[in-house]
């Protein structure tokens, strides 16, 4: 019944293709305070903004997805962004049953360095982060992050770095049958974001600003029939080369990855984490 209903759902989606530097700030919806403009080079931005009084802020697709590439470029927080927490990500829903694919990118008080975040939700079961500092200012200029999603793995990737493959395997969740929409936002995490919380928002650094701009989809959407996507994204793997990248990210810049952290797994490791 299952592999019924996903190839209904499949049979109903159709591709989507946005690489317009002008036209993407139409794919989407925003919340709280949102401005767009042009950068030096007259290129489209979307700014999100973020003070005491404004409160979160973001843009969300108008389309669901299921399956697709997805990059954007974005320039961070200057200086003191501890406590906030930028994202771009995919999810179903907020329910305790949802799927989640994310990118988080959390505030420090010196500005350097700057941790991303990589998390897997799939029927509400998370805790499957990598977080990596980032090795470069990524708020000095503008650094492309890109999610692949396909039905064998979740691939992350910054600028032209691959840096996580997420597998998947039969017997396991993974997000496979909940479309999911686009979102970024920018909003206060203080609880957990900086030092596991221990560092809020001073909110006198404010207003704080992420910049994105040149947002790509190359996706499956509700609408016809699926297509292989521009690339082979939909059979996209790492090759010797890719997985090399990846392991030399986790070697220099890992802060943390889950599969190493008994503590939080009195029960045992969950069991991707003894898999190749």
């Known amino acids: 019944m299952a592999r019924r209903s996903l190839a209904v759902l499949a049979a109903a989606l159709a591709l989507l293709q946005v690489a317009s530097a002008g036209s993407w700030l139409r794919e989407f919806t925003t919340d709280g305070i949102v401005r767009t403009g042009n950068d030096a080079s007259g290129q489209k931005v979307m700014m999100l903004n973020l003070d005491r009084s404004s409160g979160p802020a973001g843009f969300n697709s108008k389309e669901q997805f299921l399956y697709g590439e997805f990059s954007i470029e974005m320039k961070l927080i200057p200086g003191n962004s501890a406590g906030t927490v930028s994202c771009f990500y995919l999810s179903s829903g907020t329910d305790d049953w949802r799927d989640e694919i994310d990118m988080e990118f959390m505030g420090n008080s010196t500005g350097q360095p700057v941790v991303l975040n990589t998390n897997v939700w799939a029927n509400g079961d998370g805790k499957k982060e990598h977080q990596f500092d980032l090795w470069f200012d990524p708020s000095a200029d ?3 992050y890109t999610i692949i999603w396909n039905p064998t793995n979740i691939l992350f990737k910054v600028d032209n770095i691959f840096i996580r493959s997420f597998k998947r395997y039969a017997d396991l969740a993974y997000p496979s049958s909940k479309p999911m929409t686009l979102h970024a ?15 809020p928002i001073d909110w006198n650094s404010a207003p704080f600003v992420v910049s994105y701009r040149s947002f790509y989809a190359n996706a499956c959407v509700a609408g016809g029939a699926c297509h292989a996507g521009r690339d082979g994204w939909m059979s996209r793997r790492l090759d010797a080369a890719e997985w090399g990248t990846v392991r030399w990210a986790e070697r220099n810049y890992m802060r943390y990855n889950y599969c190493t952290d008994a503590w939080r797994f009195p029960n045992g490791l969950p069991a991707e984490c003894s898999r190749k």
């Open 142 to 144: 503008y650094h492309t």
């Open 185 to 199: 936002t920018l909003w206060d995490g203080s609880y957990w974001a900086t030092e596991k919380g221990r560092v």
